[in-house]
């Protein structure tokens, strides 16, 4: 199976330059045209789409859906 690689480049949008995005009512990530993955700020519902920033397809079985489990991790210094 072959790979796609996906060059960023910054010429190509300014929609294009939302690797992450919060906000008081949701968390997203990705952009260009569509959130990669976007989640509501009670992260119960969900939508993803085709997302130019990484050069991806719908992340999901289909584009809105209800989020069932979310792992989230951080690094302490």
């Known amino acids: 199976m ?3 690689v996906c060059v ?3 010429r190509w949008s ?3 330059q939302y690797f992450q ?3 008081s009512d949701s ?3 990705g952009g260009g045209g569509h959130f990669a993955l976007w989640l509501d700020s009670e992260l119960a ?3 993803s789409g085709r997302c130019d920033t990484f050069c991806s397809a ?3 079985s289909s ?3 209800r989020v069932r489990d979310v792992e989230l991790w951080g690094i302490g210094v």
Do not use: P
Request: aromatic fraction near 16%; charged fraction near 20%; charge should be positive.
């Open 63 to 65: 584009e809105e859906f």
């Open 58 to 60: 719908c992340l999901a």
């Open 27 to 29: 968390l997203a990530l």
């Open 2 to 4: 072959g790979h796609t």
């Open 8 to 10: 960023w480049r910054r």
């Open 14 to 16: 300014k929609a294009n």
């Open 21 to 23: 995005f919060a906000s």
């Open 45 to 47: 519902w969900g939508n």
